[in-house]
């Protein structure tokens, strides 16, 4: 589809100036990474990250009620 045609341009624009296009994504979304890996990503390292959010007023501790 489009995405994978847009992709793929940026992707070979990024490697004819010789860089290396890399991407990060959220490994819940099946399929944005089924697309990624369809244009030739692939996965090289997991990511991990902390949500952080304003605790609600009635929370006494973050993240617990």
Do not use: C, N, W
Request: proline share 3%.
């Amino acid at each position: 589809g489009l995405a994978g045609a847009l992709m793929r341009v940026v992707a070979d624009r990024i490697l004819a100036r010789g860089e290396m296009p890399f991407l990060h994504a959220y490994a819940g979304k099946a399929e944005a990474l089924a697309l990624h890996r369809s244009v030739g990503f692939q996965v090289r390292r997991p990511m991990i990250f902390t949500l952080l959010s304003k605790a609600d007023e009635d929370e006494r501790t973050f993240g617990h009620g």
